[in-house]
């Protein structure tokens, strides 16, 4: 029943590593979105699919690429993990005009040590 | 280029107490605006939006805000706080732009609530 979920809900690992994470909503919207929550809680867009294209691609290490198989699924991979990306990530899914606001996952609570 | 100011990083009220959440916005058009709470290890919950119409929106667990167009802002209130809305609270600016659909978040206000 869970509108956005995200796999796994915790993720450590070590320094240049590669780990992915996974996404999928069920609302049948069609864009999605991945975001940074820093420990600072501030949310930083990364990026966001529509319809299984790329829409939004911010200043992102190209370390960090993300997969979209179909409009239900937006899976985020990251090599040659660091440090600084320790971090909170969400997956949110919209319907492509934004005043709908979206709908977020539960997030992946990522360390690298 | 669209932002989001919250200026209070952290508020303590006691429980019962009124509660208003300041966020000021900066969009080129009318913009959408939102909040969203966060609960510890939580994602974020939609608690209301606007878009137009009305500017005294209502929201779910009894929030309200108001837009206000001549002073940028889209505060957020509750008559009388439950110890339960301790969380952080988000405010969000939205548009459609060429690039695509985004929201844009404040720093987030940490609500700490006392018995």
């Known amino acids: 029943d869970t509108a956005v979920s995200q796999t796994p809900k915790y993720l450590v690992t070590q320094m240049g590593n590669d780990k992915s994470i996974k996404c999928e909503q069920n609302?049948?919207?069609?864009?999605m979105y991945w975001y940074k929550q820093d420990s600072k809680k501030f949310l930083k867009i990364m990026f966001s699919?529509?319809?299984?294209?790329?829409?939004i691609n911010e200043t992102v290490p190209n370390r960090f690429s993300p997969k979209s198989p179909d409009k239900a699924h937006l899976n985020l991979h990251i090599n040659s993990l660091e440090l600084g990306d320790s971090a909170v990530y969400f997956c949110?899914?919209?319907?492509?005009?934004?005043?709908?606001?979206?709908?977020f996952g539960s997030g992946t609570r990522l360390t690298v040590v | 280029a669209q932002s989001v100011t919250q200026p209070d990083i952290h508020i303590t009220v006691s429980e019962g107490a009124s509660l208003e959440l300041r966020c000021n916005y900066s969009?080129?058009?009318?913009?959408?605006l939102f909040w969203y709470v966060q609960s510890p290890g939580q994602g974020l919950q939609l608690l209301l939006k606007?878009?137009?119409?009305?500017?005294l929106v209502q929201g779910i667990k009894g929030f309200e805000a108001e837009f206000k167009r001549s002073q940028s802002s889209f505060n957020l209130r509750k008559p009388s706080v439950h110890w339960s809305d301790a969380a952080e609270y988000f405010c969000?600016?939205?548009?459609?732009?060429?690039?695509?659909?985004?929201?844009?978040f404040g720093e987030g206000t940490q609500l700490t609530v006392n018995p």
């Open positions: 949110a899914s919209s319907r492509h005009r934004v005043g709908y606001g979206y709908t």
């Open positions: 699919y529509n319809n299984k294209e790329l829409i």
């Open positions: 609302l049948g919207h069609d864009t």
């Open positions: 606007y878009f137009s119409g009305d500017t």
């Open positions: 969000a600016v939205g548009g459609t732009e060429t690039s695509g659909s985004r929201l844009t």
């Open positions: 969009y080129g058009a009318t913009p959408y």
